[in-house]
């Protein structure tokens, strides 16, 4: 089973609107991460946050945390076509240094120019 | 040049046929990862591997095998491929210091 599930599933905004999509996990992590995948290509990461920190940002990203509920949103402000592609959420988990990336379904963003 | 490799990026296969799948990094992790991605079911774990002598089956390996080579290779190989096999398929390796994770650009296999 996957650790984590991202919602919804797809999105489909205007470009200039942000674009919010969540993650909620199962089990305790140490850290969260989001990746981008264009069509059928390779993840490519976009940011970290570790399970003591409640909010990031990074450009137009930003990302929360919130242990209590296990679940963390991504926020993509301003909106822009390329923004379009797959968005995962990668937990975390595993004591002793034995993390193993264990990746969602993915949602889907897709933006109107 | 990438920092994860694989070869080939696309592959069509009859059914029954052994096929590898080759994976190279120069990120210098030990850590390296074996996924495969179907439509609606994200990426699902195959096998792992923390080092050259340490392999893990992950969540779906039956009709899978693993060799790790080196540090920088791990090939991942299907005995006799069956039509359900059909995915997309990543390698990754990840930086134990930061746990990102970077991935090759997949492979796509077709088994008729």
């Known amino acids: 089973s996957q650790q984590g599930e991202e919602d919804p599933q797809a999105l489909s905004i205007q470009e200039g609107e942000n674009a919010t999509m969540n993650c909620s996990y199962k089990?305790?992590?140490?850290?969260l991460q989001w990746y981008r995948q264009n069509s059928g290509r390779g993840l490519v990461h976009l940011i970290l946050?570790?399970?003591?920190?409640r909010e990031k940002h990074s450009g137009r990203l930003r990302v929360t945390l919130d242990t209590s509920k296990k679940s963390s949103s991504l926020l993509i402000t301003a909106s822009r076509a390329a923004d379009t592609a797959s968005y995962f959420c990668a937990t975390s988990t595993g004591a002793g240094g034995s993390y193993i990336p264990t990746f969602g379904r993915g949602t889907s963003l897709i933006v109107h120019p | 040049d990438a920092d994860v490799t694989q070869t080939p990026r696309n592959r069509i296969t009859k059914t029954g046929k052994r096929i590898m799948l080759e994976c190279s990094q120069t990120k210098g992790h030990d850590r390296m990862y074996w996924y495969r991605q179907d439509p609606g079911l994200g990426l699902r774990l195959i096998y792992y591997s923390f080092d050259v002598k340490d392999i893990n089956k992950g969540e779906i390996s039956d009709g899978y095998s693993v060799s790790r080579q080196a540090q920088a290779k791990f090939s991942l190989s299907l005995e006799s491929a069956i039509p359900n096999q059909t995915a997309l398929y990543f390698c990754a390796t990840s930086d134990p210091w930061t746990d990102e994770a970077f991935f090759g650009q997949g492979t796509r296999l077709t088994v008729v």
């Open positions: 946050i570790r399970s003591n920190e």
């Open positions: 089990t305790s992590i140490n850290n």
